[in-house]
Structure formats: C-alpha cells, structure tokens
C-alpha cells in the first residue's frame, strides 16, 4: 500500500475521524458482522451508486469536502428521495438494521473505531512526519511569512483533530478490533 503523504494523510484523518456523539448501545460482533456482510451485498450495486453519485454532485457542487465523520449517515441522508434510498433499505433490513439511518450511525461509529485504531498504530510515524512539514513550512524560502503562518494554522488546527479524532469510544475500538481484517477485504476496491 502506498503511504499518504503526512499533510494529506493527517487531513484525510481528520476528516474522517472527528469525534463523534456519545452512543448509548454498544457495538457488538454481531452487529460488525451485520455492517461488513451489508458492505459486501452493497457492493454489487456500485453501478446505481455511481450513477446516484453522478446525480448528486450535478445538484450539489460546492467544492467543499464531505463530513468523514459521518461518511455513512450523511450518504444517507442525500440518497433520501433517490431510487437508491429504496434499495438500500431494503439491504440494511436484511442484515437486522431497522433503518438506513441506523446502518448509516452504525457504520460511521465502526469507521471512527477503525481508523482510530490505526492512527494509533501509526500515530508516532505521524507525530514525526507533521513535525518534519512543520519543519518544511517554517524553512521554505517560497513562501511569504503570512503563507506561513497560514500553513502553521491549518496543520496546528489538523494535529488537534488527528488527536480527537483518536479518541474514539474505547468499547468501540475493542468491539471493532477483531473485525478490521474483514473490514479492509469489504472495503478494499478491486481496481
């Protein structure tokens, strides 16, 4: 796999992994089971997602980056309305979700867990790569004193989310934990 390079790595991480709310039912092997085995169903109607993708950003093109802290509910929330909505529904319900909304809170509670497990994993290659930019930015003859105090900004503000972002709910980490091979081979594009 080919490593990120640290400043899009870090706002990848802090995009996807914001902390979310406090959730009130656990996550059980049951339940991570149910998400991934609806990740592999979904996976044979990628062709109406794209075309569904193809729709949305026609009707919504604000060049802003989507929410990753809630990369499921909200992709949800816009195929409300769509044919897509349907079929998901009708998927989600066949692997014991009561609603898309509930699959789509779930997943995004599983991602967090798992990307906050592997931050951990990676988080003092990272703490030295945000250094080594830090670095870089400081002694780039290129940029103007206020480019760099911009830059200093953004990667300031990126390392504390990195850093909340890591802090997702312990029982999550330790329910997802045994899953993530399972969660990387659902998630893995086949390209």
Known sequence: MARLHPILFTLACL?????????????TDQTIRSFISSLEALQGMEDDYDELADELAA??????????????????????????????????QQHGFSSPEQWGEIGDRIFHAWGALEMGKQSGDMNQEMARAME????????????KQQMREMMGGAMSAVEQAANAPEA????????????????????
């Open 59 to 92: 009707e919504e093109d604000d060049g802003e980056m989507p929410d990753m802290s809630r990369i499921f509910s909200s992709s949800v929330e816009e195929m409300k309305g769509h044919d897509m909505y349907n079929k998901l529904e009708d998927v989600v």
């Open 15 to 27: 995009l996807a992994l914001s902390p979310l709310t406090v959730h009130a039912e656990a996550l």
């Open 136 to 147: 870089e930015i400081d002694n780039n003859p290129h940029m103007s004193e206020a480019q």
């Open 172 to 191: 999550d980490k330790q329910a997802v934990r045994p899953h993530i091979e399972a969660l990387r081979a659902a998630t893995e594009s086949d390209e």
